[in-house]
Every structure is written in structure tokens, then in C-alpha cells.
């Protein structure tokens, strides 16, 4: 499975972006496809993540900002970025998995992307 993620930038806080992460090659039994972050000095963390029946998990510091959707059709989860704080900035990871939950967990994800910078300023 490769995992193609697009759409990160540099904007100012308060802007929006959107993330896009296509999957391809051996993609059945792929369930859950989720957005990590990692920012610098800091640990990888969960930020959004869905299933094949739409089930998501969203971070308590982004639930009210960014929203997670699939296109199942395109093997792609986008996550929409509104109200950017510069504390969002981070190299975002594409994560995909067999769980038949958005999990949380790291361990849950079989494949990654190869990460997209965002960068917010103030």
C-alpha cells in the first residue's frame, strides 16, 4: 500500500488548508486511514482519523477546527483545516490500518505516508 499525501503550505494563522492523502497498490482490507502530526521537539500524536463507515476520532485540540472525510470510491481521506493556530504547525503523516475503528493508536496503522509540512504563522 502507498500512501500519497498533498496539500500542505504555509499560512497564516486564522487561514485554512486541506490535506489529501491517496491510497494505492494492495489496498483490501484497508479500514481505518488517519492524519498524524509531529511537531518540532515534540512526539508523534494523533489528529484525525476515519473508517470505511465513516466513524471518526478527532484530537480535543482540533475537534472544533478540522473535520476528517473519505471518498471510499478514491481510496482518499482529506482533513479540512479551518482556524489554523501557529500551534499547529507540523510535518502531517497519512496513516492507514485494518482496524474497524478509528484508533488512536500508533500500533494500528500498518502504513504511512511520507508526511507533509504545515506551517502556521502569527
Known amino acids: 500500500v502507498q500512501l500519497q499525501a498533498s496539500g500542505g503550505g504555509l499560512v497564516q494563522a486564522g487561514g485554512s488548508l486541506r490535506l489529501s492523502c491517496a491510497a494505492s497498490?494492495?489496498?483490501?482490507?484497508?479500514?481505518?486511514m488517519g492524519w498524524y502530526r509531529r511537531a518540532p521537539g515534540k512526539q508523534r500524536e494523533l489528529v484525525a482519523a476515519?473508517?470505511?463507515?465513516?466513524?471518526?476520532n478527532l484530537a480535543d485540540s482540533v475537534k472544533a477546527r478540522f473535520t476528517i472525510s473519505r471518498d471510499n470510491a478514491k481510496n482518499t481521506v482529506y482533513l479540512q483545516m479551518n482556524s489554523l493556530k501557529p500551534e499547529d504547525t507540523a510535518v502531517y503523516y497519512c496513516?492507514?490500518?485494518?482496524?474497524?475503528?478509528?484508533?488512536?493508536?500508533?500500533?494500528?496503522?500498518?502504513?504511512w505516508g511520507q508526511g507533509t509540512q504545515v506551517t502556521v504563522s502569527s
Open positions: 497498490g494492495s489496498i483490501f482490507g484497508i479500514n481505518a
Open positions: 496513516a492507514a490500518g485494518p482496524s474497524n475503528w478509528p484508533s488512536g493508536s500508533d500500533y494500528s496503522y500498518d502504513y
Open positions: 476515519i473508517t470505511s463507515g465513516g466513524a471518526t
